[in-house]
């Protein structure tokens, strides 16, 4: 089966990109995959530990032009995560990925693939959307937000290119985002669910399990936060079970590569990274902010319905507030 993987990562991401990709080809072995980085800033040394992963698993590589992107992204002014531009690349990069290839799976470096991804594009009839994705697990406010029905996690996605060439042009979306720079807060995951509205195939759970689950049971979150337009419980309870794809998020403050974190992936993380040339690479050391200290100690002090329900109040009330400020 033919796979055609996009990530996008600056130097700093690096090693836990190649510790994602090292999990896809142990686990996708045999299968034909060519990987698409478009990367920023890369040093020689991770650029070399690349190319032990592309002769080790007999994969092909592809570096992608971002420069001029990047230039577009300064332009704009558009926003950063974690302190970076390259969130953005993943949607303008699309136009340099060669015309044969018409689905294009995206992957977050905070993610472990631990199966075949055959079954994207075998089980759900994705053809007929521009992309498929899984349900975000804490976006129904932004949902309310953006005016849309459903808001989806742009961690794990599906580009359905052959339909997006046909319907869509790179420059009409660059035109859209000026328009509406000001609407959003999480920078290119609000531009996909906005622009691709309607055009968006909502994929099984196990293809994108958040690591809010992986932390709390799925009785707690459904009681803060069913609205009924989420996964079920019995779906919930056999993604975490036997996930396809775990995606990491931000837990408790910090992530599983940070010195002292207590997050619930952090066993999976090591495993795949002991696999990978990154393996001696060191835990970043980070110092958590007093917004994120507090946090750890109520997720300790509390039940895990109250946590949730204090954790849903503030983070929404926020992220209001801050709209209508802008």
């Not at 035109?175 to 968006?200: C, G, K, P, S």
């Not at 940070?258 to 040339?277: A, D, F, T, W």
């Amino acid at each position: 089966m033919r796979l055609d993987v996009l990530y996008q990562f600056d130097n700093k991401y690096a090693p836990f990109a190649g510790i994602s990709i090292t999990s896809l080809l142990e686990n996708n072995c045999g299968e034909n995959i060519t990987l698409y980085l478009a990367a920023i800033d890369i040093s020689a040394d991770n650029i070399e530990k690349f190319r032990q992963l592309e002769q080790k698993y007999d994969v092909k590589i592809v570096w992608l032009e971002t420069k001029k992107y990047m230039d577009m992204i300064t332009t704009l002014n558009l926003g950063k995560w974690n302190g970076s531009y390259a969130t953005w690349l993943k949607l303008f990069v699309l136009e340099q990925i060669p015309q044969d290839v018409e689905l294009l799976i995206y992957l977050d470096c905070d993610t472990i693939v631990f199966s075949s991804l055959e079954g994207l594009f075998s089980e759900y009839g994705i053809e007929n959307f521009s992309i498929s994705a899984c349900i975000d697990s804490v976006g129904r406010h932004h949902a309310r937000r953006l005016a849309i029905e459903h808001y989806y996690n742009a961690g794990v996605l599906v580009f359905n290119l052959k339909r997006i060439r046909k319907l869509y042009q790179i420059s009409d979306m660059q035109v859209y985002l000026q328009n509406n720079i000001e609407r959003y807060l999480l920078n290119d995951q609000d531009l996909i669910n906005d622009y691709f509205a309607n055009d968006i195939k909502c994929l099984p759970m196990k293809y994108n399990v958040q690591g809010f689950h992986m932390l709390h049971s799925a009785d707690a979150y459904l009681a803060v936060y069913n609205n009924g337009e989420y996964y079920s419980i019995e779906e919930i309870n056999k993604s975490i079970s036997h996930p396809i794809i775990i995606h990491f998020f931000r837990i408790l403050g910090n992530y599983p590569w940070e010195k002292g974190n207590n997050h619930p992936c952090k066993e999976v993380y090591e495993l795949y990274k002991s696999m990978s040339p990154w393996k001696e690479t060191e835990d970043i050391k980070v110092k958590l902010s007093e917004v994120f200290m507090f946090n750890k100690i109520l997720y300790f002090i509390l039940t895990d319905r109250w946590y949730l329900k204090i954790y849903r109040w503030v983070t929404e009330r926020e992220l209001f507030q801050f709209r209508d400020e802008k």
